[in-house]
């Protein structure tokens, strides 16, 4: 069973964001908790605040969205999955950089 949740929204002001981040705290505690307004559940259910963050442009953005991949992997499959993943992911992008070097490389002219 999952302990958090991700969610990617947008919103066109702060303070809408801050209500909004109120309003579904409350929601969710009520609904796990099946306390009601007015009967309260008696004490605190959130251990920590939300952890948010600002995504900044598309390059961020799939960032982001890899990284919920690569979590869902790890919830489904196993969490040493992920850990496969991103070795897979680095000896990947080593490739590509070494590739990115021959091309720049200018092929040496020996003239006779």
Known sequence: ?????????R???RAMF???LRTITGLIA???TGARKGRAFGKRF???LAFTRVVKG???LRGLVAYLA????????HPLA??????????????RQRQARRLKRKPSINLV
């Not at 069973?1 to 929204?9: D, T, Y």
């Not at 690569?70 to 499959?77: H, M």
């Not at 992920?82 to 490739?95: G, P, Q």
């Open 82 to 95: 992920r850990v496969a993943i991103e070795r897979e992911e680095a000896e990947a992008r080593k490739l």
């Open 30 to 32: 009520r609904h796990v």
């Open 18 to 20: 801050q209500k909004f």
């Open 11 to 13: 919103f066109a002001s």
């Open 1 to 9: 069973m999952s302990n958090h949740a991700h969610l990617i929204v």
């Open 70 to 77: 690569k979590n869902e992997i790890e919830r489904d499959v």
């Open 46 to 48: 959130f251990d920590e």
């Open 58 to 60: 598309f390059r961020d």
